[in-house]
């Protein structure tokens, strides 16, 4: 009897405790679902997910089959295949990967197989860490001195790459990911392509860990320096385990390390948030302004426009939006910067935000990416207060003080192309303040 992985969130070979129990008892073999929700992910985001399956593929000598089809249908194929009685995954907490994985396990009981669900994508499963009385924590630094209290495991050691057995199909649905790496790249260009390949991002990391870390806590807000690990896009596919970073910063003393750790706890709070209020996903966790405060119709849909397209004459907004459209990735202060724009100068729902990141990001995380909006829009549960709201020249002058980033990105800021900002900050800020403050009175 062999075993088989079903690799969903976990694209390594290295500190993978799912792929390790799969192999445990001899000859096993690897399948991945190419799912129908992938034909609503942006291009940039399918062909990377196909670069990395492709880069796994190599990595275990070929004999991980990526088929087309739902879930439950690839894995329950491939496991009468391989004569698999049981199947190991990572368990996944967001709501679209718990029915992911009801469905397969469901379709595998029917079928007299076992799904067998292993570790997460997290150093701490969602859920686990808990106050005294049993009830999640709301807010982040409880949370964070909790799951620091808590602990994780160490690395799993690393799975043997030649004891893969090739699935041997004969109606052939597999999936060619040349063909998608490259056409996703053809509709949807970015500059450069995320790394995929885990050995080169085990290196990257390596290398960041022994230098900028040491910088991380001073630098770490200034988009002109790239003093940040760009560790998001392999968290995010899971090519790099929370757990592996973590133990690479443990022996280390320095500020620059201890608040790299925490940042990786802001990652497990949001999932641990969205695992208890899985309505987080569309619903702000707490109202701030009535619905009829919010911008609708043409100007609405102008101002989202110019916004998207970095045009809104604001220099750190638009060289963030274009920095994500070119490249799929934004520094972290900027994405604050162009949230707070788009929610509380122009007065759009953050939702509208958070889709324009899901189409364009390549970190792109379902809890992360609508966890941190509500964070900046003040919906959210430990959210930063609605009254704060960035003032994008003042955030210029302090986190780009020499304006290499914005200039960087918008190479006709000094000259009359450039457009003037399209409101006036100091004005849209005391409406908004004065709306919440009229919603807050009427609640
Ligand atoms: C509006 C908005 C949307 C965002 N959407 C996403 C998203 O879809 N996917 C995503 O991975 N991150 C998201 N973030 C968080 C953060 O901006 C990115 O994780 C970070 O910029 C990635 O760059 P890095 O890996 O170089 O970060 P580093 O500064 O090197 O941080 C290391 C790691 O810590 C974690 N981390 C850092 N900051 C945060 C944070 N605020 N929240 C959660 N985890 C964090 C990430 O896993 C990151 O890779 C969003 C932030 C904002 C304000």
Known sequence: MTHLWWARRDLRLHDNPALLEAQADGPFAAVAAWTPPLHFWS??????????LWSLREDTGGALAVRRGDAADVVVGAARE????????????????VAEQDAVAAALEDDGRELRLHGSPYAVAPGRVVKGDGTPYKVYTPFLDAWRQHGWRRPADPADPAGFTALDSKDDVAVDLDQIAAHGDAED???PRHEFREERLIAALEDFIDGDVGSYAEDRDRPDLDATSHLSTALAFGQIHARTVLALLAPLRSDGSRVFQAELAWREFHADTLWNAPQARRESLTPVLDEKDWETGRDADDAFKAWRDGRTGFPLVDAGMRQLAQTGWMHNRVRMVVASFLVKDLRLPWQRGADHFRRTLVDYDHAQNQLNWQWVAGTGRDASPFFRIFNPHAQLERFDPHQRYVQRWIPELDTPEYPEPMLDHKAERETTLRLHKQAKARR
């Open 43 to 52: 291009g940039r985001r399918r062909a990377h997910l196909a670069r990395s």
């Open 82 to 97: 391989a004569d698999a009685r049981v199947v190991w995954a990572t368990r996944e907490f967001s709501p679209s990967g």
């Open 189 to 191: 260009a970015i500059e």
